[in-house]
């Protein structure tokens, strides 16, 4: 209403039938905000101790999403690369140092996440871990483990980057259209049929009585008379020949 009031038009709606391997260029962007972003709140709490539970807290659900995302972005760049056909050696070795990087960069994340996740809740649970002597040590070595698996993903991005940029790989966004049309000539044959269906059964309702006890009727005449028109010449022929004694006896008296 307030788009409308001030003369605006909202965008479009974007297209929710992209095939898997076009959405890895959509969904990549999301684990590397949240999981570089994750270690600032790692260091605020660092630096702001009276309320470091909560950016602790915020800290693990950063790291868990943007973890979750990178499995996401690596199911989907795989399937992004079965598609890829034609290019140049050099472009396939890229491809493949991203692959192995990207995998790589996962199966990191994932255990600093679970591992940080763990800490976490023995900081709140035991009181003797969330003391600040023991807290902040630890806290500044989940915060290195975070850097150096910040520099795995910046690699991996980067060389998403030069494939994209450099060598012109993307991902085939219109697959869509054609199964939109496919999909709409299919609904337009179901309804025309099921149309078609409920006008022969009309059809035949609308035939009165009458008529069907007239083509009942109409059958048996025309069977008879297709056994008389079928009825061989030659069946006329014994009665014929039976009357001729009768005929010869007659003409015998007679003379």
């Given at each position: 209403?307030?788009?409308?009031?001030?003369?605006?038009?909202?965008?479009?709606?974007?297209?929710v039938?992209?095939?898997?391997?076009?959405?890895?260029?959509?969904?990549?962007?999301?684990?590397i905000?949240?999981?570089?972003?994750?270690?600032?709140?790692?260091?605020?709490g660092?630096?702001?101790?009276?309320?470091?539970?909560?950016?602790?807290?915020s800290?693990?659900?950063?790291?868990?999403?943007?973890?979750?995302?990178?499995?996401?972005?690596?199911?989907?760049?795989?399937?992004?690369?079965?598609?890829?056909?034609?290019?140049?050696?050099?472009?396939?070795?890229?491809?493949?140092?991203?692959?192995?990087?990207?995998?790589?960069?996962?199966?990191?994340?994932?255990?600093?996440?679970?591992?940080?996740?763990?800490?976490?809740?023995?900081?709140?649970?035991?009181?003797?871990?969330?003391?600040?002597?023991?807290?902040?040590?630890?806290?500044?070595?989940?915060?290195?483990?975070?850097?150096?698996?910040?520099?795995?993903?910046?690699?991996?991005?980067?060389?998403?980057?030069?494939?994209?940029?450099?060598?012109?790989?993307?991902?085939?966004?219109?697959?869509?259209?054609?199964?939109?049309?496919?999909?709409?000539?299919?609904?337009?044959?179901?309804?025309?049929?099921?149309?078609?269906?409920?006008?022969?059964?009309?059809?035949?309702?609308?035939?009165?009585?009458?008529?069907?006890?007239?083509?009942?009727?109409?059958?048996?005449?025309?069977?008879?008379?297709?056994?008389?028109?079928?009825?061989?010449?030659?069946a006329?022929?014994?009665?014929?020949?039976?009357?001729?004694?009768?005929?010869?006896?007659?003409?015998?008296?007679?003379?």
């Open positions: 209403m307030f788009a409308v009031n001030l003369g605006l038009t909202l965008p479009p709606l974007p297209p039938d992209i095939p898997w391997p076009g959405m890895h260029v959509l969904v990549v962007h999301f684990p905000a949240l999981l570089l972003v994750a270690p600032v709140f790692v260091l605020l660092l630096i702001f101790a009276p309320r470091w539970q909560g950016f602790a807290i800290a693990v659900l950063l790291l868990a999403l943007g973890t979750a995302g990178t499995f996401v972005a690596a199911a989907t760049g795989l399937a992004a690369r079965d598609i890829v056909e034609e290019g140049p050696d050099e472009m396939f070795e890229v491809m493949e140092e991203h692959e192995e990087y990207g995998l790589l960069t996962r199966n990191i994340y994932l255990g600093v996440t679970i591992a940080y996740a763990i800490f976490v809740l023995l900081t709140l649970t035991v009181s003797s871990i969330g003391k600040a002597v023991v807290r902040i040590p630890i806290s500044l070595v989940f915060l290195v483990a975070m850097a150096v698996a910040g520099l795995y993903l910046a690699h991996t991005a980067h060389l998403g980057g030069i494939l994209v940029h450099q060598y012109g790989v993307k991902a085939k966004l219109t697959e869509t259209r054609e199964r939109a049309e496919d999909k709409k000539q299919r609904a337009n044959t179901e309804i025309k049929d099921q149309a078609s269906q409920p006008a022969d059964e009309q059809d035949r309702a609308a035939r009165s009585p009458k008529d069907t006890e007239e083509t009942e009727s109409s059958e048996p005449q025309a069977q008879l008379q297709s056994e008389k028109s079928a009825r061989p010449a030659s006329e022929t014994p009665s014929t020949q039976e009357s001729s004694p009768a005929e010869s006896e007659s003409k015998q008296e007679k003379e």
